[in-house]
């Protein structure tokens, strides 16, 4: 019973070995004889017609390029706008005193 478990446990490792690592000495004994053909494939399809397409001229480009100028203009003069004035006046530049 040993001999033939061992026997089995050979036969799974080569067969594992044989599939998985096509490259080694023992699997190439299976894959060397393999029907191999030396012809080119014939192709059994309708031959390619043309297409037909139409192309469409591009419009209103200039029209992009001016909104987005115009978002940029007005998003610079959003920002200028918020920008916070210097103080006009209105306070004492003197000194506070602090008693305990």
């Known amino acids: 019973m040993s001999l033939l478990k061992n026997l089995f ?3 799974l490792i080569v067969l594992t070995l044989n599939f ?3 490259n080694i000495a023992i699997a190439q004994q299976f894959y060397a004889e393999a029907d191999v053909p030396e012809h080119s494939p014939q192709s059994w399809s309708t031959p ?3 297409i037909p397409t139409v192309k469409v001229k591009k419009k ?3 029209l992009w390029w001016i909104l ?3 978002v940029i203009g007005g998003g610079a003069a959003a920002a200028v706008s918020a920008t916070p004035e ?6 004492d530049t003197g000194s ?5």
């Open 9 to 11: 446990i050979f036969f």
């Open 68 to 70: 987005g100028l115009a």
């Open 48 to 50: 390619e017609e043309e």
């Open 20 to 22: 998985s690592l096509s």
């Open 60 to 62: 209103g480009s200039w």
């Open 96 to 100: 506070v005193d602090v008693t305990w």
């Open 86 to 91: 210097e103080p006009s006046g209105g306070g």
